[in-house]
């Protein structure tokens, strides 16, 4: 089982400020993702890595950004939060088949 | 594009009975995902199918895959009160690229 960490959990932040939500796994995962999720809603795959200096877009457009200098470590950064941007980002990795999940960090911008 | 469709999207059942919650998709798959989130938390995957004809069991939950009918189940038996939870299902699309449907929100109730 992977381990999967998240930071922060929780986040208010106000319009117009620069936010990055911290992804980390130490299992070794090559590939890595970042999924936005409303509230009871479904995931959409917003940004993925299948390894060092490699990133994609994914299927949702979003105005994110994401960088993979270490293979632990998918950070995702909002250079202007805005209040659309208010939802649940949820980092994932995986090595075969199945991904594994973080916590999550439930962002609200005001 | 792949459209993953689940239904029901609320279920609302006694304890002690059962039920199926459906999952189509719309392109060629042989690997699809069950996942559950319980209320303001991450994803735990569940099962994971990867062949046509896929069966796996776990406690009260069973899941199976057509990839033919492009159709997956999970079926539960006997539900109890701890089964309360979204069930997600998720089919790959290309490569570890997961396309998640809208979720089932399943009640059971005492």
């Known amino acids: 089982e992977a381990d999967i960490y998240q930071t922060p959990r929780y986040l208010v932040i106000g319009t117009g400020k620069k936010i990055t939500l911290e992804c980390s796994q130490t299992?070794?995962?090559?590939?890595m993702y970042w999924y936005q999720q409303d509230p009871g809603m479904e995931l959409h795959l917003i940004h993925y890595?299948?390894?060092?200096?490699?990133?994609e877009k994914g299927d949702l457009s979003s105005e994110s950004t994401v960088s993979r200098i270490r293979t632990e470590h998918f950070p995702l950064t909002l250079e202007s939060a805005r209040p659309s941007h208010t939802s649940q980002y949820l980092c994932?990795?995986?090595?075969?088949?199945?991904?594994?999940f973080g916590p999550g960090t439930r962002l609200t911008v005001t | 594009e792949l459209k993953v469709e689940q239904n029901p999207l609320f279920l609302s059942m006694q304890e002690g009975k059962n039920y199926t919650i459906y999952c189509n998709y719309s392109t060629t798959s042989d690997r699809l995902y069950w996942y559950r989130q319980d209320p303001g938390k991450s994803l735990e995957s569940l099962f994971v199918l990867l062949s046509n004809g896929a069966v796996k069991q776990e406690g009260r939950l069973m899941a199976s895959l057509d990839t033919k009918a492009r159709l997956s189940t999970l079926h539960i038996t006997a539900a109890v009160h701890d089964l309360s939870a979204t069930y997600f299902c998720a089919v790959d699309e290309d490569g570890n690229k997961l396309v998640f449907g809208a979720g089932t929100i399943l009640r059971v109730k005492s």
């Open positions: 890595s299948y390894g060092v200096n490699s990133t």
């Open positions: 994932a990795s995986s090595e075969g088949p199945e991904q594994y």
């Open positions: 299992m070794g995962h090559d590939k």
